[in-house]
């Protein structure tokens, strides 16, 4: 029978090795090297394998950075349990990058076959699978207080991979963002076009909310109006969740009221006026909201500018927030052209959309 690691001394020592990575204090620098090629590795479950043991280590040295399972041999420990019951809560925790987001990454290949890491014998990378191996003999002659010193270099690599995956994810969704909302205001403040270009991006908003099989928009000024608002959602049986009115022009506060009595009239208890006037006046639109809710039992919501409309949007949208910024731009296309546009709209937005 192996080693029992104590997993609270575990925890104690992994905290003072994540404080020793984010200070000034020097890490061992060939084991920040060894640490930056594991996390190369094609396999990424070395890099959870070379934490875990270089946390065994730490805590008890007298363990063999080797071992799978704490019943391999009498320096044996379970890494397995280590790394699920420390390391890896501790990842997410104080959100460091271990390259795997599984609860237990050691209970994958090549791993969960066998009692030692150096007894793997068919492994994808075999020239990787040797360095680990070489990396965990080296741990082996590490004492405590050395393989402590060694988890904070593998801490701080880890620290600054996650790093560089937020920032340049962030950007590219924090740019996206702003592309879109400066080029659906330019394209209001260029021309309105009788309220359609207004229409088509509330329609365009519906569409990654609820999906645009379940969306339906009216030409402008249509004379039939067959049904209550510019744009409405519905469920999948065809009724209709929310409604919205939309205005390229000042909407009063009594027009937000008549609407949601139309609404009220046809059963439908949700509406939503969207004003993307640039002179539309500053309303109590809360207290609008709370009268015709008491009154009427409509829930009306009052968006007067394309910031909020398009944040809300991308906020409440059920898909991956990536996905949602490549398809707007398409949708708002769709929705200009479903709704009579003029062509040189299309082509503009298309044209703000590419910076240009």
Not at 138 to 147: I, K, P, V
Not at 199 to 207: I, T
Request: overall charge neutral.
């Amino acid at each position: 029978m192996g080693i029992t690691i104590d997993k609270r001394r575990a925890r104690r020592r992994l905290e003072e090795a994540i404080t020793w990575s984010q200070s000034a204090r020097d890490v061992p620098p060939d084991w920040l090297d060894r640490a930056v090629l594991v996390g190369e590795a094609p396999a990424k479950t070395y890099t959870p394998m070379l934490g875990t043991a270089l946390l065994a280590r730490a805590t008890d040295d007298r363990v063999d950075a080797l071992a799978l399972k704490e019943t391999s041999g009498e320096r044996a420990y379970s890494a397995r349990g280590l790394g699920h019951a420390v390391l890896v809560p501790a990842s997410v925790e104080f959100q460091f990058d271990i390259r795997t987001t599984g609860r237990e990454p050691l209970n994958n290949q090549p791993f969960f076959r066998y009692d030692r890491v150096d007894a793997a014998e068919r492994v994808k990378f075999p020239a990787h699978h040797r360095y680990l191996v070489e990396c965990l003999e080296a741990a082996n002659d590490l004492s405590s207080d050395e393989a402590l010193g060694a988890l904070a270099a593998y801490l701080r690599v880890c620290f600054q991979r996650a790093a560089s995956v937020i920032d340049d994810d962030l950007q590219g969704v924090a740019s996206g963002i702003r592309a879109i909302i400066i080029a659906a205001k330019i394209l209001l403040a260029e021309d309105a076009e009788g309220g359609k270009r207004a229409q088509a991006l509330v329609a365009a908003v519906f569409d990654v909310v609820y999906g645009s099989d379940r969306v339906r928009t009216r030409l402008v000024n249509d004379p039939s109006r067959d049904f209550p608002g510019d744009v409405q959602a519905l469920e999948p049986a065809g009724r209709v969740i929310v409604s919205a009115e939309v205005r390229a022009k000042p909407m009063p506060a009594t027009e937000i009221e008549q609407f949601a009595r139309v609404l009220a009239h046809t059963g439908i208890t949700r509406s939503m006026a969207v004003v993307l006037a640039p002179n539309q006046p500053k309303l109590p639109y809360s207290a609008i909201a709370e009268r015709i809710a008491a009154e009427l039992g409509v829930l009306t919501t009052v968006i007067d500018n394309v910031d909020d409309l398009l944040l809300t949007a991308f906020a409440w949208s059920p898909r991956p927030l990536p996905e949602v910024l490549a398809a707007f731009p398409d949708r708002v296309a769709q929705r200009l052209r479903s709704i009579d546009a003029n062509r040189a709209t299309v082509e503009r937005w298309m044209a703000l959309i590419r910076g240009e």
